[in-house]
Nanobody
């Protein structure tokens, strides 16, 4: 089981980034997949989830700015991040989730992260 996040980088406040979570080793269509982030000195938080029938969940702090999507042909989940703020700076990773906002490893596996840095 692999969940590999990519697309992070350095961006100015107000800018945009698109993250990708490429997956393999499990039945992608059977799992809701979502994004978590961990900012320096803070606990990891789940921020977005997309279900197998494309329902979505967002934490309040990213609603209206971030959009999650999934491509079943590529077994990949994306996170389009717009209007980025310095407080969005964190390591972003992906995992299985529920539309109620719970996150868990797939067969115990959590994704590797990608660093997003938003400068003011």
């Amino acid at each position: 089981v692999q969940l590999q996040a990519s697309g992070g980088g350095l961006v100015q406040a107000g800018g945009s980034l698109r993250l990708a979570c490429e997956t393999s080793g499990f039945a992608f269509d059977d799992f809701p997949i979502g994004w978590l982030r961990q900012a320096p000195g803070k606990a990891r938080e789940g921020i977005a989830c997309i279900g197998t029938e494309f329902g979505t969940y967002y934490v309040d702090s990213v609603k209206g700015r971030f959009t999650i999507s999934r491509d079943t042909a590529k077994n990949t989940v994306y996170l389009q991040m717009n209007s980025l703020k310095p407080e969005d700076t964190a390591i972003y990773s992906c995992a299985a989730c529920t539309l109620g906002g719970d996150f868990y490893g797939i067969y115990g596996h959590w994704g590797q992260g990608t660093l997003v840095t938003v400068s003011s």
